[in-house]
């Protein structure tokens, strides 16, 4: 039986490894490919993707709608820029530390939300994504307001640049990026191969079931939020990275977005996640390129992004809830 | 009259009703009796189209009923009464009798306050609890507003599922002679699923069995009443 | 002790609103199952309407009508395109779970709101626009004092009490609204019953559309008219409506004056920028003591 189940878990990490690996070069020869823009784009891609994966591990996985992940992506990003700037720590320690931070505030959303679901969880979320970053006004001489903390990944250290060569502001972006990238992946699908993603699952499909059977609900419960707040707060310390902390990185918006992702790529696979985050990144820039044929005014071409991700998620929801990717990927429960 | 023919409901992978076929003849009792989980609730929520059968035929004076919603298949003069005296508690009595004539009101303005009356006649019970809330009617009650509120809809034919679950005796007797004498007075056709096979089959007038979603007799009752092997290898006594 | 007068004036001419917003929540909710996120988006579409309409030398009264009719025809028109076809649809694999059942219409409205949020950019420019009041916008004068109390103010309860009132007598009164209760209570009775439960959830989204309108009418005047200007009102209705309990209406009424009054005392005697927190912590606060709200029934995970 221990046998059983640690060849098991072997051949779950091998496998996570390998689709981490094959990410890590696709990316590697996308970003060779593109200009110094797209680079940017592909980085941003990158650090939403970890946020993606928080609302997938925790809606698709778990079946709690959530849409706070904007504000723990607040927390993370505001730890590691306190962390650099207070105590001038170096970001590859900075981060990891807002991860605890995040998965703390995580833990405080879980415990408060345990015992709701559905749109109470989903009200109660929206309100503290509204509510936490009006904080940074509340605390202002620790958050300067709505001004914010500038931050960024600076420039490649020596060793970096000798061994590899000297690395534009844009390529630095995403050579940050990727390895947190790889990681939040190899986890994400670890967890959703193994033990514990079938028994979040479980909650999903069949709580009373569940909770029959031992799995204790609202400890899982909160264990999840924990696991999708730690990549919220992943995402979010990256998200800040780009130049600034403040209110305005992390608005109520942010949270949504990450969903739109989510449930347009699908809801319940990684590479749904993936897709959507392309599609949601990426999108602005296809809209222009058939928009620029016509003569339309700025106020059109501003919302038209906003306007075509909501039809899509609408339509989503309505033709194809299992969105791009479908449910194939994990049918295995 | 009500012809099912063999009617197949499945819920995911459990075949509840397994080729099911009866008929319901007009202005007679017709009762399906069967121990638990027999399928006679699921038979009634599928004709009554609350269940949709992955096959099967429905048909109700000679037209299909099948893939009708609810809501039409009330309008064509099925009335169904669902199992554990299904009222809303938390509207009055009044208001829950009111409800099966709702739709009635404009086409058939004059009648409905008839109606109402004679429900209210048949249970005089319900006329002195009209303003209390369904909700603190004893159980008996209940289902004497379950079945009103179903009358009012002027059914012709109405699918009556075990009424006498969980009340005393002499509360069941009272019910059930009551749906006996608006059968044999008025004409309506009632097709009542009972696990109390006694007293179902002492009143109806055509019996079936069912067992494990599949029909095993379909008799007269007072043959089926009168067959104790029948009833010792089905019903267990 | 006039802060004080102030604060409590204010709390009950912005408590008015919240009611109404909250009771267009609770209106949606029991009708049909659905915390309607989109619902001031709606509203906020509608008040655009009329604001087109009264710029165009309109008189106030039409277009107040129209931002009504028109709140109540584009509420029953994202049911029956969007929610009913949801609720209709068959159970597939990712369909399966109760959770996932509850989330996907969530969803839906939070991509109606964006939908209507970034048309209003697209028809209404993004720049904000005022919307005009009916009545002063200044205080009562007394005695040579001015009082906190205006005559818009006195719109805005007048409005809110009759709306409070009509739909009391609808729901008590008429056999729509007794079909309408009892769909919301039962659905499976209500059909057998011969109720058109299809039609009674769209009747429910026109109502609440309807309300949220007129919510968006006396909102507006007080601040400025944008594609987001009354996301702020949906948070504050979201947890009046939890405090009232979720499905009850009477409730909500009560949820949106207490949400009127913790707002109005915090921008009177803390700073305005405070609210937010103060809605967070009267919402925790509420969901910790009585989950199901002061007057909702006591079963939280009604879907």
């Keep these: 039986m221990c046998v059983v189940s640690k060849l098991k878990a072997h051949s779950t990490a091998r496998k996570s490894l390998i689709r981490t690996l094959i990410f890590v070069i696709v990316i590697l020869f996308l970003g060779s490919r593109f200009d110094a823009y797209n680079q940017g784009q592909l980085s941003v891609v990158l650090i939403l993707f970890i946020g993606v994966l928080s609302v997938t591990i925790l809606t698709g996985i778990s079946g709690q709608l959530s849409l706070g992940q904007g504000a723990l992506m607040a927390v993370g990003g505001y730890c590691t820029a306190l962390l650099m700037t207070n105590y001038k720590l170096s970001l590859w320690i900075a981060i990891p530390v807002s991860i605890i931070g995040a998965a703390i505030a995580g833990l405080l959303l879980g415990v408060a939300a345990a015992r709701l679901s559905g749109p109470y969880l989903a009200g109660t979320t929206l309100v503290v994504a509204l509510a936490i970053p009006t904080l940074a006004n509340r605390f202002f001489s620790v958050f300067k307001g709505d001004e914010g903390l500038p ?12 061994t590899f060569g000297e690395p534009t502001y844009e390529q630095w972006q995403l050579y940050v990026a990727l390895p947190f990238a790889a990681i939040a992946l190899f986890f994400a699908s670890n967890i959703l191969l193994s033990r514990s993603g079938r028994m979040w699952r479980s909650i999903r499909d069949h709580e009373s079931a569940a909770s029959l059977c031992g799995v204790n609900f609202s400890r899982q419960k909160i264990f999840v939020f924990v696991v999708s707040a730690s990549f919220a707060g992943l995402s979010g310390a ?7 902390v403040g209110p305005s990185v992390y608005p109520v918006s942010l949270s949504l977005t990450l969903l739109t992702a989510a449930v347009l790529g699908g809801i319940r696979s990684i590479s749904g996640a993936f897709i959507g985050t392309i599609i949601i990144v990426f999108l602005p820039d296809w809209i222009d390129l058939v928009i620029d044929n016509f003569e339309l005014s700025e106020q059109v071409s501003n919302y038209m992004p906003a306007l075509i991700s909501s039809v899509l998620l609408i339509l989503t929801v309505v033709i194809n809830p299992a969105g791009v990717a479908g449910t194939k990927l994990h049918k295995h429960k | 009259m009500l012809k099912v023919e063999n009617l197949v409901t499945k819920f995911g992978s459990v075949i509840a009703l397994d080729g099911v076929s009866l008929s319901a003849q007009a202005s007679k009792i017709t009762t399906v009796i069967g121990a638990n989980g027999a399928g006679k609730s699921t038979l009634l929520r599928t004709i009554s189209g609350l269940e949709h059968p992955a096959q099967g035929i429905i048909t109700w004076q000679g037209e299909s009923i099948i893939a009708k919603r609810p809501e039409d298949i009330v309008r064509m003069g099925i009335a169904h009464v669902p199992e554990g005296h299904a009222v809303i508690s938390e509207l009055s009595v009044e208001e829950n009798i009111a409800m099966g004539s709702l739709f009635r009101r404009r086409k058939f303005k004059s009648d409905v306050q008839v109606a109402l009356d004679e429900a209210y006649q048949l249970f005089p019970r319900l006329l002195e609890r009209r303003k209390q809330l369904a909700g603190t009617l004893s159980g008996g009650e209940r289902q004497m507003l379950a079945i009103s509120r179903a009358l009012v809809s002027r059914p012709q034919l109405l699918l009556l599922d075990e009424p006498s679950l969980g009340l005393a005796p002499l509360v069941v007797e009272q019910i059930i002679d009551s749906v006996n004498i608006l059968c044999r007075t008025t004409g309506l056709t009632v097709l009542l ?11 109806a007038d055509h019996g079936v069995l069912l067992s494990l979603g599949k029909v095993v007799a379909d008799r007269p009752a007072a043959e089926l009443k009168a067959d104790a092997a029948l009833r010792a290898a089905y019903l267990g006594y | 002790m006039d802060t004080f007068l102030s604060a409590i004036f204010s709390g009950t001419s912005r408590g008015a609103i919240f009611a109404l917003v909250a009771l267009g929540l609770v209106l949606v909710w029991r009708g049909a199952g659905i915390v309607n996120f989109a619902q001031m988006g709606q509203a906020m579409f509608t008040t655009y309407i009329a604001s087109t309409l009264i710029a165009n030398g309109n008189s106030y009264w039409i277009g107040f009508v129209v931002a009504l009719v028109s709140g109540a025809a584009l509420g029953s028109i994202l049911d029956v395109l969007v929610m009913r076809p949801l609720s209709n649809k068959k159970k597939t694999e990712l369909l399966s779970s109760d959770s996932m059942r509850a989330a996907i219409p969530v969803i839906a409205s939070l991509g109606i709101l964006g939908v209507l949020q970034a048309l209003a950019g697209i028809i209404w420019a993004a720049e904000e626009r005022g919307f005009p009041a009916p ?21 805005v309860i007048t409005c809110v009490a009759i709306t409070l009132i009509l739909t009391s007598l609808f729901f008590k009164r008429t056999g729509m609204g007794l079909a309408m209760r009892a769909t919301a209570l039962n659905q499976e009775v209500a059909k057998l019953s011969g109720i058109r439960t299809n039609r009674t959830r769209t009747l429910s989204w026109a109502i609440s559309g309807a309300a949220s309108s007129l919510a968006g009418l006396l909102l507006t005047p007080s601040s400025n008219l944008s ?49 937010f927190l103060a809605i967070l912590a009267v919402l925790l606060l509420s969901l910790i003591i009585r989950p199901h709200g002061i007057l909702g029934s006591k079963d939280v995970r009604r879907v």
């Design chain 2, 193 to 203: 699923v009972e696990q109390n096979a006694n007293t179902a089959l002492g009143v």
């Design chain 3, 227 to 275: 594609p987001n200007t009354l996301d702020l009102a949906l948070f504050i209705g979201f947890t009046a409506a939890v405090v009232g309990g979720l499905d009850s209406p009477v409730g909500a009424v009560l949820g949106g004056f207490i949400l009127g009054m913790v707002i109005s005392f915090v921008t009177f005697y803390d700073t305005p920028e405070d609210v």
């Design chain 1, 238 to 244: 990256l998200y800040g990275l780009r130049g600034l």
């Design chain 3, 135 to 155: 009545a002063k916008q200044e205080g009562f004068t007394v005695a040579g004092n001015v009082m906190p109390f205006t005559a818009f103010d006195v719109f």
């Design chain 1, 151 to 162: 931050v960024d990944v600076g420039y490649s250290p020596k060793w970096f640049s000798n």
